[in-house]
């Protein structure tokens, strides 16, 4: 089954051809803000909808974020091998040598940075460089402390995309990545059923129609269920909390008018547009207001 949140909070279903979608919302009785979230904690089945004839074209409808408030977003950092070599070769991406998340762990982003396809990408700043980056993501299906890479599988709901868009500069990187609109997710979230081997999945972002990152996942250095054991040393992670796993590399800037098109194998695909506001960086005044 391939999940979304569309409209006004509403839950559904996508078709299997991608061009319609089974509102569950009444059918399953869900009238919740966030009714991904409350459908995986709570005792709901829609297997039985997966064949209905679709209730709206998917081009009449708004498409959020399949998850609209994840109580957290987990990120690791520099997980293929091309991107490392990327990053390392462009000082504008990272300031730092290599690294891995054994090594300075993963990062976080804002829960309010996360829109999902429909919503769009606005640039806060028309005077910093600004960069799309595609990863597959998951969504952890179970609360789980402590878990062991091997049993990871079985916790997780399942998959989509994220586009980490993020601002290059010296600042911190969780501040970097969580501007508003900068955690696109979507169109849906797909069961581990409908992905098959995702450490086997075809992975690209076309921007203004030019392949810009072609990569497959069995290239990750650490894969999702090492990423999930890490992340859950310590510290709990709960269902409906967000986990993606890094960009592979053909990272760019964007800038206003672009057009994103991202693509997971056995996810989907969607469309995502880029504005930006009138605003400079470098303009931005912050004084001291307090002790000198």
């Given at each position: 089954?391939?999940?979304v949140?569309?409209d006004?909070?509403?839950?559904?279903?996508?078709?299997?051809?991608?061009?319609?979608?089974v509102?569950?919302?009444?059918?399953?009785?869900?009238?919740?803000?966030?009714?991904?979230?409350?459908?995986i904690?709570?005792?709901y089945?829609a297997?039985?909808y997966?064949?209905?004839?679709p209730?709206?074209?998917v081009?009449?409808?708004?498409?959020?974020?399949?998850?609209?408030?994840?109580?957290?977003?987990?990120a690791?950092?520099?997980?293929?091998e091309?991107?490392?070599?990327e990053?390392l070769?462009?000082?504008?991406?990272?300031?730092?040598?290599?690294?891995?998340i054994?090594?300075?762990?993963?990062?976080?982003?804002?829960?309010?940075s996360?829109?999902g396809?429909?919503?769009?990408i606005e640039?806060?700043?028309?005077?910093?460089?600004?960069?799309?980056?595609?990863?597959?993501?998951?969504?952890?299906?179970?609360?789980v402390?402590d878990v062991?890479a091997d049993d990871?599988?079985?916790?997780?709901?399942?998959?989509t995309?994220?586009?980490?868009?993020?601002?290059?500069?010296?600042?911190?990187r969780?501040?970097?990545k969580s501007?508003?609109?900068?955690?696109?997710?979507?169109?849906?979230?797909?069961t581990?059923?409908?992905v098959?081997?995702?450490q086997?999945?075809?992975m690209?972002?076309?921007?203004?129609?030019e392949?810009?990152?072609?990569?497959?996942t069995?290239?990750?250095?650490?894969?999702?269920?090492?990423?999930?054991?890490?992340?859950?040393?310590?510290?709990?992670?709960e269902?409906?909390?967000?986990?993606?796993?890094?960009?592979?590399e053909?990272?760019?800037?964007?800038?206003?008018?672009?057009?994103i098109?991202a693509e997971?194998?056995g996810?989907g695909?969607?469309?995502?547009?880029?504005?930006?506001r009138?605003?400079?960086?470098?303009?931005?005044?912050?004084?001291?207001?307090?002790?000198?």
């Amino acid at each position: 089954m391939r999940f979304v949140r569309f409209d006004d909070d509403r839950l559904g279903l996508l078709t299997d051809d991608g061009s319609g979608v089974v509102d569950l919302s009444d059918r399953l009785g869900i009238d919740a803000r966030d009714p991904l979230r409350e459908y995986i904690r709570g005792d709901y089945d829609a297997s039985e909808y997966e064949d209905a004839d679709p209730d709206h074209g998917v081009e009449d409808v708004h498409l959020g974020s399949p998850v609209k408030r994840p109580g957290k977003v987990i990120a690791a950092p520099l997980n293929y091998e091309n991107h490392i070599e990327e990053a390392l070769s462009d000082r504008d991406i990272t300031t730092e040598e290599w690294f891995s998340i054994k090594d300075k762990g993963y990062f976080m982003k804002a829960p309010s940075s996360v829109v999902g396809p429909d919503d769009g990408i606005e640039l806060p700043f028309n005077d910093r460089r600004t960069d799309h980056e595609v990863e597959l993501a998951f969504v952890m299906g179970e609360d789980v402390k402590d878990v062991d890479a091997d049993d990871a599988w079985e916790h997780i709901f399942g998959y989509t995309i994220l586009l980490d868009i993020s601002l290059r500069g010296d600042q911190d990187r969780s501040n970097r990545k969580s501007y508003d609109t900068f955690t696109v997710i979507g169109p849906c979230v797909a069961t581990p059923d409908e992905v098959g081997d995702p450490q086997d999945l075809a992975m690209e972002l076309r921007l203004n129609g030019e392949t810009r990152q072609h990569e497959n996942t069995s290239d990750m250095v650490y894969t999702c269920a090492d990423v999930v054991q890490y992340a859950s040393l310590g510290a709990t992670l709960e269902a409906g909390d967000v986990v993606t796993t890094g960009t592979p590399e053909g990272v760019s800037s964007l800038a206003d008018g672009d057009s994103i098109d991202a693509e997971v194998e056995g996810v989907g695909s969607m469309t995502v547009e880029v504005t930006e506001r009138d605003v400079s960086f470098a303009e931005a005044d912050v004084q001291k207001g307090g002790q000198d």
